[in-house]
């Protein structure tokens, strides 16, 4: 049992069978004073392996701090005493809402970015939907927020899920950036990780940081009763339209995945460029993952402005164009008329024969009946195949003989038959090669100076079609004379790259990483849209050529968003070329293609998203509409016209969604600005000392991080020989990581070792050698993320050297343990009165659950002739004696005289966390009664609109009986939230904790 009435703090010593070990982190298990201690192990046997105790099962004995025995301090100038008190304070955690934007990460603060980490901390428990548009780095505000969730103790455990292509990238950037470390786990990881753990161990416990594709998790019925036995501190989900939902929810492997890790998660982060496509009901499910309480209505489709408010952030490019002055470079358009060539002869022909098609259709349809219509004309038949022409011959061809094939089988006396045969004849006379198209892509890479060689400026390379993209590579191979390969590991080592659907996810990953490398020699990328959402390609690319015309404005933004994005640091340019044709019937459509790609462009300069101009947000639906509404009906003004009701019955929805969104986002803008400039009538004065002063939000610290990498480092050098030397410079700090280092950051020497996945880093940024290479100059490491663009990837060779480093926080734990357990030295600064001795404490208020409500460092302070002792600020005393300039002059501290004044100490210190106790939960109470407030006004309307329904159906029912689940389901969840929310990590435990780090005794 743990025998102590507080909750175990991190930093904390402990016995446990029969060894000690250091808390790093308490989890509550029950919410009844049963915790879940995390630790690293200290003794001889245990030191380093990491370790969780159940504290309601295993006999755990916690240092009792009137019982703390004072030791000398014999190193030369206190070194002992200041690098365990430097590593006591990096072990607090913070616990203010203000971020500290210090040191936080290497890239160009804005703003924009500072708002969402502001909004975030402001929440009791962060849950957020980032719906910023296309290129505003998303990636960039999750570490931002990630790093101040891991700086209050409260990002320990993270799950992202991300698309398969965007595995690496996103794992990369958050570690070159954030030096937040990510495990990727895709389904051979997965596999491999499974070969060493015992078969009833849940992999998922394994790593505490893991990135997965969301395609290899989805599959609940596989891994379900893993998630559920998972809990994480943080899920982030990148791309999170994907997990809304379709029609049936229920039946959508992604959303009850999704809803399955929000209940098992404390904060959760969506992001998103198009947050919903059109109805209440899918945005509804969005925001619901993020709080059940958030939307009244159980089908999602009832509420308003003010429910969603507080939950998701909206920004387009125009919002931050001033604030990302030189970040968003302004992209360019090749003029059509350079990217336009007329049909030759025989192109004209096959486009003959699709007019020809294209007029019988449309009388066919006029006379015949509507099953004739149904069965008749399909998609395929009124535009598919001229939509394939327009990419290539041979998409076109293929799908016609496919066609022919099929009827052929089916139905012989189709009178599609001979209208195909005469399409396919006309088409058998054409290759791609042979095509005008093809023909202006020749000169426009001759106008870009591209021929395939190294020095080839990169080009990213659109279509629809994989029968378009497989002649395409062939075709410039041939001409530009270029070994090619179709094998799917030879993508990422060859100048021309295709990339499709079926590309496998490895070698997806590491061709997409290839073509963002300087040095790679892949030099021209064939796309699909597999490539067209999310993946950042424009630090080495900044020219997209759309081979052929997707008809939808959301694809078109798609694409153009993967190299006009925020960092850009040249000019986009993008080309779409362009066929005309003499066909009367197929003329017009020429208007149509130009208008979609200028209203690409308008969108770009608008506070609006591309899926709104025509509200059906999905690129399918937009193809069909521009098909049936513009081209087939000769309406070149189709982009003009948002769908009338008549057309999409949801129109009407839309426009309301549209409008709420740009309600809420005001209203949400208006009281985060109140917020802001709110003043704070409790924010302590640090100009003088006084009793009621807590610990600062933006923590104190005596060293640099570097000055306490090179200070601590050699420190432990000195009782550990084997230790080799850091190589430091101006600029680098080189560490040759010894062992217990490699095996805390998950390097297995053999393969029978445990695996270290709680502190495990990225295995693909395991450097050279073992030497890790760390610089406190943001500016560099940005140098060196961008030569490593050039030359090996994504990984740089040069991190950040900050506290959040896994390099600083071994460190830290490391110096926590070179004092012993209950113990803390003494020192003598001539800079106190004699007689005067300073006790140093750094006390903890946790809540029920463990988590840190508030952490202070303090000094109990007695003066020589006075019997009452004086609480002041640690920050303070410390400055007051010159901790930092202290030297060791072999003064004896009086040990005697001051060790029976601790037990005194030690009650003023929790006497005055006491009192910051109750002031916080003085503080809390307006916060609290808000969120009751929220809470019950949601649990009133959301009763009454079951309760109107439950009237409304036969007693007995089954729609009936669903309905009374709901209203039980709906009072579990609200005395869970009180039982398990807000009492247990918001209420604070009975008991303050306190630990004594150092003391301080005044010169004789």
């Given at each position: ?110 703003q924009f970015q500072e708002d969402t980490v502001r909004r975030a901390l402001q929440q009791l428990r962060p849950r957020l939907l980032l719906a910023d548009a296309v290129g505003l780095g998303k990636t960039i505000q999750v570490g931002m927020i990630l790093s101040e969730l891991m700086r209050r103790g409260r990002a320990g455990r993270i799950l992202v899920l991300a698309k398969k292509s965007m595995l690496t990238q996103f794992q990369s950037e958050l570690w070159n950036r954030f030096n937040i470390p990510l495990v990727r ?820």
């Amino acid at each position: 049992m743990y025998k102590s009435k507080t909750p175990p703090t991190p930093g904390a010593r402990i016995l446990c069978r029969d060894a000690e070990w250091l808390i790093t982190k308490a989890d509550s298990i029950d919410f009844e004073d049963n915790f879940a201690i995390h630790c690293v192990g200290i003794d001889d046997l245990v030191r380093g392996h990491q370790s969780i105790f159940l504290t309601q099962l295993d006999d755990i004995a916690p240092v009792d701090p009137t019982r703390t025995k004072l030791i000398k301090d014999d190193s030369n100038g206190y070194k002992l005493s200041k690098l365990f008190l430097e590593a006591h304070l990096r072990q607090v955690p913070a616990t203010g809402i203000e971020p500290n934007f210090d040191g936080l990460g290497v890239f160009k603060r804005m703003q924009f970015q500072e708002d969402t980490v502001r909004r975030a901390l402001q929440q009791l428990r962060p849950r957020l939907l980032l719906a910023d548009a296309v290129g505003l780095g998303k990636t960039i505000q999750v570490g931002m927020i990630l790093s101040e969730l891991m700086r209050r103790g409260r990002a320990g455990r993270i799950l992202v899920l991300a698309k398969k292509s965007m595995l690496t990238q996103f794992q990369s950037e958050l570690w070159n950036r954030f030096n937040i470390p990510l495990v990727r786990l895709d389904s051979s990881g997965i596999a491999k990780v499974r070969l060493k753990i015992p078969g009833n161990k849940n992999p998922f416990e394994v790593f505490h940081r893991v990135i997965i594709s969301i395609d290899t998790l989805k599959n609940v019925a596989r891994y379900e009763h893993f998630l559920k036995d998972t809990r994480w501190d943080v899920v982030i989900i990148d791309e999170a339209h994907n997990v809304a939902g379709a029609s049936i929810p229920e039946r959508h492997l992604s959303y009850r995945l999704a809803r399955l890790l929000s209940r098992r998660s404390d904060s959760m982060l969506l992001t998103t460029a198009t947050p919903h496509n059109g109805k209440k009901e899918t945005f509804g499910r969005l925001i619901s993952l993020l709080d059940p309480s958030a939307i009244p209505d159980p089908n999602f489709k009832e509420y308003d402005a003010q429910d969603i408010k507080e939950f998701f952030m909206m920004r387009f490019k125009e919002d931050i164009r001033q604030d990302a002055t030189g970040m968003l470079a302004e992209r360019e358009v090749i003029p059509l008329a350079h990217t336009t060539a007329d049909a030759t002869d025989a192109e004209e022909a096959v486009y003959e024969a699709l007019a020809k098609l294209r007029a019988d259709l449309k009388q066919e349809y006029d006379d015949a009946d509507q099953f004739q219509k149904k069965r008749r004309h399909n998609a395929l038949l009124q535009y598919g195949f001229y939509k394939l022409f327009l990419s290539s011959p041979e998409a076109c061809l293929k799908t016609v003989s496919n066609r022919l094939a099929k009827l052929a089988g089916d139905d012989e006396a189709s009178v599609e038959i001979p209208r195909l045969e005469e399409l396919g004849s006309r088409l058998k006379n054409l290759t791609l090669e042979k095509s005008t198209r093809y023909a202006i892509l020749k000169r426009q890479l001759a106008e870009i100076g591209w021929n395939g060689k190294p020095k080839s400026p990169r080009i990213l390379i659109f279509t629809e079609y994989r029968q378009t993209q497989d002649a395409l590579a062939h075709a410039l191979a041939k001409d530009f004379i270029i070994k090619h390969n179709d094998k799917f590991e030879s993508q990422s080592d060859q100048p021309i790259a295709v990339i499709h659907g079926g590309t496998p996810d490895t070698h997806l990953m590491k061709t997409v990483e290839a073509f963002a490398t300087g040095s790679s020699p892949l030099r021209m990328m064939i796309a699909t849209d597999v490539a067209s959402e999310g993946i950042n390609l424009h630090h080495e690319c900044h020219h997209i050529i759309h081979y052929d015309l997707p008809w939808s404005i959301i694809t078109l933004i798609q694409r153009n968003g993967r190299i006009d994005r925020l960092g850009q640091e040249k000019s986009p340019i993008l080309r779409y070329i362009i066929v005309n044709t003499g066909q009367g019937l197929l003329k017009g459509d020429q208007a149509i293609f130009n208008r979609l790609i200028d209203k690409v462009e308008e969108i770009n300069h608008l506070r609006q998203s591309g899926e709104s101009v025509l509200q059906l947000y999905d690129p399918e639906a937009e193809e069909e509409y521009i098909a049936n509404q513009g081209i087939l009906a000769g309406n070149a003004n189709v982009l003009e016209e948002k769908t009338s009701s008549k057309l999409n019955g949801s129109s009407l929805e839309a426009d309301a969604l549209e409008l709420m969104l740009k309600e809420a986002s005001q209203a949400d803008h208006d009281d985060f600005m109140s917020f802001l400039l709110d003043d704070d009538e409790t924010a302590p004065d640090t100009s003088n000392p006084s009793e009621d002063v807590p610990f600062q939000s933006k923590q104190f610290r005596l060293f640099a991080d570097r000055d306490f990498l090179i200070t601590g480092y050699q420190f432990l050098k000195e009782r550990n020989p084997d230790y080799i030397k850091l190589q430091s410079t101006d600029r680098l700090v080189i560490v040759n990581a010894p062992d217990d280092l490699k095996r805390r950051l998950g390097k297995s020497e053999n393969r029978t070792n445990v695996i270290f996945g709680a502190t495990a880093i990225p295995m693909e940024s395991w450097p050279e050698n073992d030497q890790f290479r760390l610089t406190g100059d943001p500016d560099h490491v940005e140098l060196a993320i961008k030569a490593a663009r050039n030359a090996s990837g994504y990984w740089s060779n040069e991190l950040l050297c900050s506290e959040q480093h896994p390099i600083l926080q071994w460190l830290n734990e490391r110096l926590l343990m070179t004092v012993d357990r209950g113990q803390a030295p003494i020192i003598v600064s001539p800079h106190l009165q004699p007689g005067q001795l300073c006790f140093c404490f750094i006390g903890q208020v946790s809540s029920k659950s463990g988590i840190p409500l508030i952490v202070d460092g303090h000094a109990i302070s007695f003066f020589k002739g006075d019997t009452k002792p004086k609480q002041q600020p640690l920050e303070w005393v410390l400055s007051t004696v010159k901790f930092d300039q202290i030297s060791n002059t072999g003064a004896e501290p009086n040990i005697l005289a001051a060790q029976p004044l601790l037990h005194s100490a030690v009650n003023e210190s929790i006497k005055h966390m006491h009192f910051l106790k109750n002031r916080r939960e003085k503080q809390l109470v307006p916060l609290l009664r808000k969120e009751e407030r929220r809470l019950k006004k949601w649990k009133d309307r959301r009763e009454d609109i079951l309760l109107n329904r439950l009237n409304e159906c036969a007693q007995g029912s089954d729609k009936a009986k669903q309905l009374q689940q709901n209203i039980e389901e709906m009072n579990d969840y609200v005395r869970d939230r009180q039982k398990n929310w807000r009492d247990s990590h918001f209420q604070a435990a009975s008991h303050p904790s306190t630990r004594l780090i150092i003391a301080i005794q005044g010169a004789a």
